[in-house]
């Protein structure tokens, strides 16, 4: 095993350093790595010598692609299902303390972050995103909803593009993520090591970002609004259905196709969960939804089935139970997010 610490914590010129550090595996969170970070931001939260902080990942695929769902999957294998609980309870309260962080919190959302990666990154005060950002919550693929505040994101995007991008796991590009609120500026990747090197000198982190930052341009899913919005604001899974269907356009087909293969239960809660978290005040209230949530869908079979499908064995077949979306107990899944 390597001797490389997970995530390397250090302070240069007045600036916490936190670098995600699993790259072979795109710096996917394992526990230890969330108390890492959380004990990090704990020690610099007081320290007058720590003017800011600066996130980002080792490697160039990406800052972070979610938890370790592998792991999670051998908990429940293993008969140890609270410990996932126990991983989610401290994602989850990290989370808020990156969103109440009292110093500037920087973050290089550069390639992949997903998932949990847009946890610690999109609940950030200084958000930055490349050319080449590829940013999702992709929960419904293996049987979970949105996490790590993902459904306050979503609820809070433009229209129903929320909606849609937590129901079909969809992927922003860097200007998409601006327009979504996810991020906040721009930075060409090539960019991205003077940006680093002003931050680690001492520049004061908006006048750095500002400096290096250019216009997103306009983002592609803005131009896919109107029938998103049109086909997505239905109240229930099978109502957006029934509009896909009869849009009868060839991005609507699409998106039908990709509802297919997703999750029935994962759809249903994670339409509920955006809608709820939509009328939520309060980030921590969304965080208590979405840890009962997931709490809830640990228990069930789909979980654990579809990380088998897309992560470990990658047949990318699960077989989902229910099968249907008409098997789905609505009203236990209402019961959970409310």
Same mark, same amino acid.
């Given at each position: 095993?390597?001797?490389?610490?997970?995530?390397?914590?250090?302070?240069?010129?007045?600036?916490?350093?936190?670098?995600?550090?699993?790259?072979?595996?795109?710096?996917?969170?394992?526990? *230890?790595?969330?108390?890492?970070?959380?004990?990090?931001?704990?020690?610099?939260?007081?320290?007058?010598?720590?003017?800011?902080?600066?996130?980002? !990942?080792?490697?160039? *695929?990406? /800052?972070?692609? !979610?938890?370790?769902?592998?792991?999670? *999957?051998?908990?429940?294998?293993?008969?140890?299902?609270?410990?996932?609980?126990?991983?989610?309870?401290?994602?989850?309260? /990290?989370?808020?303390?990156?969103?109440?962080?009292?110093?500037?919190?920087?973050?290089?959302?550069?390639?992949?972050?997903?998932?949990?990666?847009?946890?610690?990154?999109?609940?950030?005060?200084?958000?930055?995103?490349?050319?080449?950002?590829?940013?999702?919550?992709?929960?419904?693929?293996?049987? /979970?909803?949105?996490?790590?505040?993902?459904?306050?994101?979503?609820?809070?995007?433009?229209?129903?593009?929320?909606?849609?991008?937590?129901?079909?796991?969809?992927?922003?590009?860097?200007?998409?993520?601006?327009?979504?609120?996810?991020?906040?500026?721009?930075?060409?990747?090539?960019?991205?090591?003077?940006?680093?090197?002003?931050?680690?000198?001492?520049?004061?982190?908006?006048?750095?970002?500002?400096?290096?930052?250019?216009?997103?341009?306009?983002?592609?899913?803005?131009?896919?609004?109107?029938?998103?919005?049109?086909?997505?604001?239905?109240?229930?899974?099978?109502?957006?259905?029934?509009?896909?269907?009869?849009?009868?356009?060839?991005?609507? *087909?699409?998106?039908?196709?990709?509802?297919?293969?997703?999750?029935?239960?994962?759809?249903?809660?994670?339409?509920?969960?955006?809608?709820?978290?939509?009328?939520?005040?309060?980030?921590?209230?969304?965080?208590?939804?979405?840890?009962?949530?997931?709490?809830?869908? /640990?228990?069930?079979?789909?979980?654990?089935?579809?990380?088998?499908?897309?992560?470990?064995?990658?047949?990318?077949?699960?077989?989902?139970?229910?099968?249907?979306?008409?098997?789905?107990?609505?009203?236990?899944?209402?019961?959970?997010?409310?």
């Amino acid at each position: 095993m390597s001797d490389e610490p997970q995530v390397r914590a250090r302070v240069q010129n007045g600036v916490g350093h936190l670098t995600l550090n699993r790259p072979r595996a795109i710096n996917a969170l394992t526990h *230890r790595m969330i108390i890492s970070i959380r004990d990090a931001l704990g020690q610099w939260r007081t320290d007058s010598r720590v003017h800011s902080v600066l996130l980002d !990942g080792a490697g160039d *695929r990406g /800052l972070c692609a !979610g938890g370790d769902i592998r792991g999670l *999957r051998e908990n429940v294998l293993d008969d140890r299902p609270n410990d996932t609980r126990d991983f989610w309870r401290d994602e989850y309260t /990290l989370c808020a303390v990156i969103a109440n962080y009292p110093k500037p919190y920087t973050v290089l959302m550069d390639g992949v972050t997903m998932g949990g990666g847009v946890g610690v990154a999109s609940h950030g005060s200084i958000r930055v995103v490349t050319e080449r950002s590829k940013i999702a919550m992709p929960e419904t693929r293996i049987g /979970l909803a949105p996490d790590i505040g993902g459904t306050w994101l979503l609820s809070r995007a433009p229209g129903e593009i929320g909606t849609y991008l937590g129901l079909n796991a969809a992927t922003m590009s860097g200007a998409d993520a601006v327009w979504c609120g996810f991020a906040d500026h721009l930075v060409p990747s090539t960019s991205l090591p003077m940006l680093r090197d002003a931050l680690l000198a001492g520049e004061e982190p908006t006048a750095a970002v500002a400096r290096l930052e250019v216009d997103p341009g306009p983002a592609p899913l803005a131009a896919e609004q109107r029938w998103i919005d049109a086909c997505y604001s239905a109240e229930t899974v099978p109502e957006i259905i029934d509009r896909l269907v009869a849009a009868g356009t060839d991005a609507a *087909r699409a998106a039908l196709s990709e509802l297919a293969e997703l999750c029935p239960t994962s759809l249903v809660a994670t339409l509920m969960g955006v809608r709820r978290s939509g009328q939520r005040d309060q980030l921590g209230d969304v965080l208590d939804q979405e840890y009962r949530t997931s709490s809830w869908l /640990l228990d069930r079979p789909d979980l654990v089935e579809g990380i088998r499908a897309r992560v470990v064995d990658k047949d990318n077949a699960p077989r989902w139970n229910p099968a249907t979306l008409a098997e789905v107990d609505v009203a236990e899944v209402e019961r959970v997010i409310a």
